[in-house]
């Protein structure tokens, strides 16, 4: 939990997430659903992974 707690304190000091690879598992999916829902911008190394386009 203490990581997943300093993700996402990341996450809210972050201008913009930046998903790196083409591989996203549940947790990245989640961090991705937490940006989107602070108003993130959230952009992918490999676009073709993004399920919300």
């Given at each position: 939990m203490r990581?997943?707690?300093?993700h996402?304190?990341?996450?809210?000091?972050?201008d913009?997430?930046?998903?790196?690879?083409?591989y996203?598992?549940?947790?990245t999916r989640a961090e991705i659903a937490y940006?989107?829902?602070?108003?993130?911008p959230v952009r992918f190394t490999h676009p073709e992974v993004d399920l919300d386009v």
């Open positions: 990581l997943d707690d300093l996402r304190a990341k996450i809210r000091l972050a913009e997430v930046l998903v790196v690879g083409d996203i598992g549940d947790s940006a989107r829902s602070l108003g993130k």
